[in-house]
């Protein structure tokens, strides 16, 4: 991800080169974080890669769908219903593996969640 607001986690990264080298393995992604600790003072603060949580998590939620892009991108999206999250601002999403480890956090302007609407967010996974 080359957003400067979104970044792939430590763990992540560690995790891949482990399996490059033939001495660990990749976890497949299961799920989306929300939360709303992605903005201070109004302003988007830029995740760090060491960041093993969100800043302020609320919801872990498996995705909707998955869909692959062309070969280098997987597009992974994830609805929360009219009852997920009411009157919360979410301003910080993650992808998390089946070891429950985020491997991607970004951060975003927040964004008001109603209780008679549905939201979807989408994060391209780009190799």
């Given at each position: 991800?080359?957003?400067?607001?979104?970044?792939?986690?430590?763990?992540?990264?560690a995790?891949?080169a482990?399996?490059?080298a033939?001495?660990?393995?990749?976890?497949a992604?299961?799920?989306?974080?929300?939360?709303?600790g992605?903005?201070s003072?109004?302003?988007?603060?830029?995740?760090a890669?060491?960041?093993?949580?969100?800043?302020?998590?609320l919801?872990?939620?498996?995705?909707?769908?998955?869909?692959?892009?062309?070969s280098m991108t997987?597009?992974?999206s994830?609805?929360?219903?009219t009852?997920?999250l009411?009157?919360?601002?979410?301003?910080?999403?993650g992808?998390?593996?089946?070891?429950?480890?985020?491997?991607?956090?970004?951060?975003?302007?927040?964004?008001?969640?109603?209780?008679?609407?549905?939201?979807?967010?989408?994060i391209?996974?780009?190799?």
């Open positions: 991800m080359s957003n400067l607001n979104a970044i792939i986690t430590t763990t992540a990264r995790q891949m482990s399996a490059r033939g001495t660990g393995t990749v976890s992604i299961v799920g989306m974080a929300f939360g709303d992605g903005v003072g109004g302003s988007v603060i830029t995740p890669a060491s960041q093993t949580t969100l800043n302020h998590e919801l872990r939620k498996a995705y909707t769908s998955r869909t692959f892009v062309d997987v597009r992974y994830c609805t929360l219903t009852s997920e009411a009157g919360d601002d979410i301003s910080e999403i992808l998390y593996d089946g070891n429950g480890d985020l491997v991607c956090i970004k951060n975003f302007a927040a964004k008001g969640k109603d209780s008679d609407t549905e939201l979807t967010f989408v391209d996974d780009i190799y």
